[in-house]
């Protein structure tokens, strides 16, 4: 089956420093990669999406690229601040004409002023 | 639309009762998926439904666990007897099925039932 390894955390960033956080996957056929945000308290929220190789996804200025070559699906930001202190997680869906989607354990991000 | 609500949001109770959590997915949303996350294992698949159907089971503990759809606008998890070890958040999410080629497919996750089992 699919798989997903995150970068364990937690990791602790100055506001506006630089993010990323490391993602590889195993999936057979052709998986679209998603990063979801958890805040305190509550549900998952999607952040952004890829669905084919070298394909962007970005949103609230995160971004991640698709890299079949080497199986990773990175997110990045360049600039972090406070409120964007959450728990993120990388996901795979499909590959073999199915919907569910498989998790990394997450990672934990504070960022402090 | 209200998104995917489910109930309680807490739920605290004593071992060997029986828990049940509800989901009520987006109008339209054809697939409907219930996850658990402990810190212990993250985030874990236990059922899926299509079309009110369940599709894939292979993620439920064991025989305590089940569920039910028996609308396309309602959805049960249910605990019986409850142990301690099942104490986690239950996320319902639920998804539009649409051929793969027309893009991904994306899942909406409601706000999880924290359930603690003392």
């Known amino acids: 089956g699919n798989s997903v390894t995150q970068m364990e955390g937690p990791v602790t960033l100055s506001e506006e420093a630089f993010l990323t956080i490391n993602c590889t996957y195993t999936?057979?056929?052709?998986?679209?990669l998603f990063w979801y945000v958890q805040y305190p308290g509550e549900g998952l929220q999607l952040l952004l999406k890829a669905t084919k190789a070298d394909d962007k996804g970005s949103n609230k200025g995160f971004e991640a690229t698709y890299r079949k070559e080497t199986t990773s699906f990175h997110l990045e930001k360049g600039s972090v601040q406070v409120s964007d202190s959450a728990v993120y997680f990388c996901?795979?869906?499909?590959?073999?004409?199915?919907?569910?989607?498989?998790f990394g354990k997450g990672t934990k991000l504070s960022v402090i002023p | 639309d209200a998104g995917v609500i489910q109930s309680p949001r807490h739920e605290v109770t004593e071992m060997g009762q029986e828990v049940t959590l509800r989901c009520k997915p987006i109008?339209?949303?054809?697939?409907l998926f219930w996850y658990r996350q402990t810190m212990m294992r993250g985030l874990e698949l236990l059922i899926y439904?299509?079309?009110?159907?369940?599709?894939?089971d292979s993620g439920m503990p064991e025989d305590r666990f089940s569920a039910k759809m028996p609308n396309a606008s309602f959805s049960t998890l249910k605990i019986q007897p409850s142990e301690p070890r099942d104490s986690a958040v239950y996320f319902c999410?639920?998804?539009?099925?649409?051929?793969?080629?027309?893009?991904?497919?994306?899942?909406?996750f409601g706000a999880g039932s924290r359930l603690t089992v003392l």
């Open positions: 999410a639920s998804l539009e099925g649409a051929p793969l080629i027309s893009g991904a497919n994306v899942l909406t």
């Open positions: 999936a057979t056929g052709y998986p679209s």
């Open positions: 109008s339209g949303h054809d697939y």
């Open positions: 996901a795979v869906q499909g590959g073999a004409g199915s919907y569910q989607l498989t």
């Open positions: 439904f299509n079309n009110n159907v369940p599709i894939d």
